[in-house]
Structures are given as C-alpha cells and as structure tokens.
C-alpha cells in the first residue's frame, strides 16, 4: 500500500536523479540568459515594450512594467520511469507589476513549471547528446513566451 508506493517512489526518484546528473554536463548553463532572457526581450518587443535589464542590485527607472526573475532550475526530468521517457523542464519565480517592486508593495513571489511537450528516451538522450540543448531551448523559449503574454496582459 502507501509504505511500498514511497519506497518505490524513492527509488524511482533516486534512478530519476542518476539519470539527470549523467545529461547535466552537457546541458549549457548560459542557455537562460542566453535563451531565455533573449526569446522574453524579443517578445515584448513585438508588443510594443523595451526591456531594460537590470542587476538586483541596481535601483529601476521608471517603467511601465515591473518584473522580477528568480531563475530556478531547468533540464532534464523523467516523466515515465517504466519506459525511461525524459522531458525538457525549467522552473523558476516572478514577480510582476505595473508598480515599482519594492517594499510594502512587493507582490507574492509566483512560481512557474513548464515541461516540453515531447519526450525523448533517456537512451535516446545520451546517444545522441547533440540533441540535448535544442529540447532545452524549446523549454525555454515556451517559458519566456508564456511568461511574457501573462505578465502584460496582467499589468495593461
């Protein structure tokens, strides 16, 4: 019952980890200033909106929206462990507003998980590690789209 299906499922997430830290090494960790940061420029530009990126530690201008990213992780997750079948992932917290973000006024931090729709063998994968950054691109840019769409549509 419940004490076998958490035993397995720890097992299954031990093999999911093995798994994932033999794709790490060829997962390029630039991909989400690289990818991500530039497909979210590229799409409120299309909108109308000029990013300006900043560092943490600088204070903002004035804007007409206000974003915040803590990028979290991306790669590699196993969505079937039976047949071995992996899946482009990123996750990561935002925080929006057409106000600046500071303070009292901070909103909630928001969390975001986004999968490839397709599936790949975890086989497949490592024989083929070519492969391996275009599936993460894809991900990424889903994520910076998706990301994008609602944060103007809540903020106009």
Known sequence: GLIGAGIQSGMESSADAEKRAAIYPYVAEQAWRDVFIATMTDTLAEKGLEPV???AEAKPGTADI??????????????DTTSLMMAAFIEFEA?????????????EKE?????????????QLLEDTAGINPRIEAVLNLAARRLTNKVVYNTR
């Open 53 to 55: 990126w900043i560092d």
């Open 66 to 79: 206000y974003l915040v990213l803590y990028p979290g992780q991306f790669g590699f997750r196993m969505v």
């Open 95 to 107: 925080v929006y507003s057409s106000k600046p973000i500071s303070g009292k006024n901070r909103p």
């Open 111 to 123: 969390r975001f998980y986004f999968t490839d729709k397709s599936q790949v063998s975890y086989g």
